[in-house]
C-alpha cells in the first residue's frame, strides 16, 4: 500500500502561528492545515489498530477470519515497522486499541518526527471507566449506572475516567452510547442507559461534560455520542441488522439522547453499524449533514464504527467497489475512517480525480485539528510514566466505583427473607457461574488484577466473616456446565442453612467467542443460557431458603425464579466492588434504591416490552394465557424501608401553551431503615392529533429519607415536557388535557394520578 507523502510545504517560510501556544485555536488550525500537503490532510482522518494489536493479531488470526470479527484486527500483507513508518511520516491520524501508556508514547514519539509533528489522537472503549485497558478503575456498567438514576455520579465517573485515561496519554473515549434499548435480544443492552429517551439523555450529557470539562486541560478527555442512529431496535435483536423505523419513532425516542449531547458540547459522534431504512448510516446524508449538522449545529467531527465504511461496499451493497464506498461516506458527511487500508490512497486518487472537492477534506480536518489544539496534545504529546499509577486505581476512584455498585444494584424480589440475619444462617451454600468470577467487571473490561477485583463469594466471606460459606463451582462457561456439579450443588443445599446461587450472562472479551452477552453477542432469547435453570430449581428443592443474584448485560425472563424464590437481585454488571456491594446489600449493611432503567419481560415472545407503549398495544391480550404485563416493570425496585406517597398536588389546573405547572407529592419513610428513594413522574396526553404513549418519564429525584422522615417533593412541567410532534411532523404543545403520574415505578398500581388542562 503507498502512503508516501510530498515533503515539502508552501507555508515554512512563514511564522509556525500553529506552533505559538497563546494564539486562538482558530488561527492555530489554519496556519496548520496550510501547510498541510493532500496526503497529510487525508491521514489525519485515517485510524489505525495499535502496533501491539497488530503484532498479537497476525500471530493467530487468518485473513478470513477477519470478515466477521469487530474485536480484533491486523492488516494482511503488512506489518507493525510499516504502520510505525507511516506515523512517523504524519499519514496517521489517530489510534485505537492502543492498551499501554509506553505504546501511546512510542507511537507519538513517532508522530514527533514527522515533518509537521501532528500528535497522535487515541481512542478507546472507555465505556464505564478506562476499564478496557489494564490497571484502571472499573466501575458498573452503564446499565447499573442507569439503574440510580443518579445523574452527578454519571459525571463523576466520566470526569474520574478522563484523569485516568490521560495518565495513559489516552484522549477519546468511545463513549456515551446514548442508544434506546428496546430489544433485549441485542447484546448491548448493558452498554446503554436503558429504554427511556429522558433518562438517557440526562445520563449522557451527564457523562459528555464529565468527560469534556472545559476541553482545554491535561485532564479533559474527547467524549463520543454513539451509534448514530437505530441500532439498539435491530430487526432480529442482533446488532448491526436492519433498522425499519419512521421519522416520528426517531424524532421522538432515538434522536432526543444525540441532540442532547451535541447541545452539551460533544465533539465527536459515531455513526451506527446499520442501515437505516435502506440507506446505511454510514452513508447517510440525511443523518449526518441535515439532521446532524444543519438542525443541531454539531461542530465536532464524525468517526466511522469498525470497518463499516467498507460494509456499504461488502455487506450493504450500495457501493460498487471500496473506493465508492469511501467516496458515498465522505460526501454524506464522514470525517474520519475506522479503520485501516486503502483509505488514504484512495481518497487521495478521489480528490485528484475531481469527485471530492479538497474544501470537503478541509473541512474534516479542521474539525480534527481543533480537537487536538484544544486537548493540548500540541503541548503535551506524552503522558507522564512517573506519575500515572498516581492517577489510576487512586483511592477516590476506587471508593466511587463501590459507592456506584451499591446504588446501581435492583432488589428485584424479596419475601422477608433479605436482609440476611448473619447469626440465623450460619451455613451458606454459594454457586453459580458468576459466583467467583471477575465476569462481574462485564463487558468492555480487561481481565482484572485479582488483588482488585471483589468477587461476590470474596464479598460475602468479607462482610460476612463468621459464616461458613460451602462454594460448589460450576465453572465461568453458562454453555459447557458439568450436570455432576449441578447434582453436587443440589446435594449440598439440602444440608445448609440457606443458598445463594449466582448466575446470568458470560461477557469477558478476553473469551470472546464463548461470551453469551455483549457486543456482537446477541440472542435468540432471553433464558438463562445452559444448566442455569435446572441449577436453581434442584437447589431450590433442597426446601432451604434460596436466593438468587443475577450478573448479566440484558434483561433476562427468569419466570420460574420470580413465581418460586423468595429472593431475587439484578446485580447486572457491578464493577470492581461488585462482589462487596452485593454481599453488603444481602446482609444489609447498604439498603438498596436502584430501580431499573429497562423493562424485563417474562420472555422473548412479548417483545416489544417497554413501559412507554401506545395505548392499543395490548388491546388484544395473547391467546396463550401469558401475560401482557413484564415480569418486572420499568422504574421498579424494592427497598429495606417502605415509602407512602400522598398529597399529590398541582399548583396549576389550566395553563396556556407556554405555561408551567408546579407538582409536588409528599413521601414518608414509613419503616424503620434510613433509605433512597427515586420518585418519578410520567405525563400522559389524554387526547391527541396523532398516538402518544401512554405514560412518558418527564422527571424523577433521588431522595433520601431518614426512617420516619417526610419531605415534599417539587417537579416543574415545563413546555418541551408537554411538546410533541404533530400529524405535519410540526413539533407543538397540543391543547387539552395532560395527566400527571408520580409514583415509585411505572407501574400503574404505583402511580398517584392528577391532571391539567393546556387551554
Not at 547 to 576: D, F, Q, T
Not at 623 to 643: R, W
Request: one cysteine or more.
Amino acid at each position: 500500500m503507498a502512503m508516501a507523502t510530498c515533503l515539502f510545504s508552501c507555508g515554512d517560510n512563514k511564522k509556525e502561528v500553529y506552533k505559538d501556544s497563546t494564539a486562538p485555536v482558530a488561527e492555530r488550525v489554519e496556519d496548520l492545515l496550510g501547510r498541510m500537503t493532500l496526503e497529510e490532510k487525508v491521514g489525519q482522518m485515517n485510524q489505525f489498530v495499535g502496533l501491539e494489536h497488530i503484532k498479537a493479531n497476525s500471530a493467530v488470526m487468518t485473513e478470513e477470519d477477519l470478515k466477521n470479527n469487530t474485536a480484533n484486527a491486523f492488516y494482511p500483507g503488512i506489518t507493525d515497522k510499516e504502520v510505525a513508518q507511516w506515523a512517523e511520516q504524519g499519514v496517521i491520524g489517530s489510534f485505537l486499541h492502543v492498551m499501554t501508556q509506553k505504546e501511546a508514547n512510542y507511537l507519538q514519539s513517532l508522530a514527533m518526527k514527522s515533518r509537521l509533528q501532528i500528535p497522535i489522537l487515541f481512542g478507546i472503549d472507555a465505556i464505564h471507566g478506562n476499564a478496557y485497558a489494564p490497571g484502571n478503575t472499573i466501575y458498573p456498567t452503564n446499565i447499573n449506572l442507569a439503574c440510580s438514576f443518579d445523574t452527578l455520579m454519571a459525571y463523576n465517573i466520566a470526569r474520574q475516567t478522563a484523569k485516568e485515561m490521560r495518565a495513559m496519554n489516552m484522549h477519546w473515549a468511545f463513549n456515551p452510547n446514548v442508544e434506546v434499548a428496546r430489544d433485549p435480544r441485542w447484546g448491548r443492552v448493558g452498554e446503554t442507559y436503558g429504554e427511556d429517551p429522558y433518562l438517557v439523555s440526562l445520563l449522557g450529557v451527564q457523562t459528555v461534560r464529565g468527560y469534556q470539562g472545559d476541553l482545554n486541560g491535561t485532564d479533559d478527555v474527547l467524549a463520543c455520542i454513539k451509534h448514530f442512529v437505530g441500532g439498539s431496535e435491530p430487526i432480529n435483536g442482533t446488532n448491526g441488522s436492519p433498522a425499519d423505523l419512521s421519522e416520528r419513532t426517531l424524532r421522538e425516542v432515538f434522536f432526543p439522547p444525540f441532540e442532547a449531547g451535541v447541545k452539551a458540547g460533544a465533539l465527536s459522534l459515531m455513526t451506527a453499524h446499520n442501515e437505516l431504512n435502506g440507506v446505511p448510516c454510514h452513508s447517510n446524508e440525511w443523518l449526518m449533514t441535515d439532521v446532524l449538522r444543519k438542525e443541531w449545529n454539531f461542530p465536532g467531527f464524525i468517526v466511522s464504527d469498525w470497518m463499516d465504511i467498507e460494509h456499504i461496499h461488502d455487506l450493504h451493497a450500495t457501493a460498487e467497489n471500496l473506493k465508492e464506498a469511501f467516496y458515498q461516506s465522505i460526501m454524506a458527511g464522514m470525517d474520519m475512517h475506522m479503520h485501516g487500508l486503502h483509505w488514504n490512497e484512495m481518497v487521495v486518487e478521489l480528490v485528484k480525480e475531481g469527485r471530492i472537492p479538497e474544501s470537503r477534506i478541509d473541512e474534516s480536518v479542521r474539525r480534527i485539528l481543533d480537537v487536538k489544539f484544544r486537548l493540548g496534545l500540541f503541548e503535551h504529546p506524552y503522558a507522564d510514566e512517573d506519575s500515572t499509577n498516581n492517577v489510576r486505581l487512586c483511592a477516590e476512584h476506587r471508593a466511587t466505583a463501590l459507592e456506584a455498585a451499591r446504588n446501581g444494584i435492583v432488589l428485584l424480589k424479596n419475601e422477608n427473607l433479605l436482609p440476611l440475619d448473619a447469626s440465623k444462617y450460619k451455613r451458606v451454600m454459594v454457586t453459580g457461574i458468576n459466583a467467583d468470577d471477575h465476569n462481574i467487571l462485564g463487558d468492555w473490561s480487561a481481565p482484572g488484577d485479582p488483588d482488585d477485583v471483589i468477587t461476590i463469594l470474596e464479598g460475602l466471606k468479607m462482610v460476612a466473616p463468621d459464616t461458613k460459606f460451602d462454594f460448589v463451582d460450576q465453572g465461568w462457561d453458562p454453555r459447557n456446565m458439568d450436570p455432576k456439579k449441578v447434582a453436587e450443588a443440589a446435594a449440598k443445599a439440602r444440608t445448609a442453612d440457606l443458598n445463594i446461587v449466582v448466575a446470568g450472562e458470560y461477557m469477558m472479551r478476553f473469551r470472546w467467542t464463548d461470551r453469551t452477552d455483549g457486543e456482537d453477542t446477541d440472542r435468540s432469547d432471553i433464558n438463562l443460557v445452559g444448566l442455569q435453570n435446572e441449577l436453581i430449581e434442584k437447589v431450590a428443592a433442597s426446601g432451604k431458603p434460596t436466593i438468587l443474584v443475577l450478573v448479566s448485560g440484558r434483561p433476562l425472563g427468569v419466570e420460574w425464579a420470580a413465581e418460586h424464590l423468595p429472593a431475587i437481585v439484578e446485580a447486572w454488571a457491578p464493577g470492581m466492588y461488585g462482589g462487596q456491594a452485593v454481599a453488603e446489600i444481602l446482609y444489609g449493611k447498604v439498603n438498596p434504591s436502584a430501580k431499573l432503567a429497562v423493562t424485563i419481560p417474562h420472555s422473548v415472545g412479548q417483545l416489544q416490552m417497554i413501559y412507554n407503549h401506545k395505548p392499543s398495544q395490548y388491546f388484544h391480550p395473547y391467546v396463550d394465557n401469558k401475560p401482557s404485563t413484564p415480569l418486572f416493570p420499568f422504574g421498579y425496585g424494592l427497598s429495606y424501608t417502605t415509602y407512602k406517597y400522598e398529597d399529590l398536588t398541582l399548583a396549576q389546573k389550566e395553563i396556556g401553551k407556554d405555561g408551567t405547572v408546579d407538582v409536588s407529592v409528599k413521601v414518608t419513610n414509613t419503616g424503620n431503615r434510613d433509605g433512597v428513594e427515586i420518585v418519578q413522574l410520567y405525563i400522559r396526553d389524554r387526547f391527541s392529533c396523532v398516538t402518544r404513549p401512554v405514560k412518558e418519564l418527564k422527571d424523577f429525584a433521588r431522595v433520601p429519607l431518614k426512617a420516619g422522615e417526610s419531605k415534599v417533593v417539587s417537579f416543574k412541567i415545563t413546555p418541551d415536557k408537554l411538546a410533541f410532534y404533530d400529524i405535519k411532523m410540526n413539533k407543538i404543545v397540543e391543547p387539552g388535557e395532560f395527566i400527571v403520574m408520580v409514583g415509585s415505578s411505572s407501574a400503574d398500581k404505583d402511580l398517584l394520578k392528577d391532571s391539567f388542562q393546556v387551554k
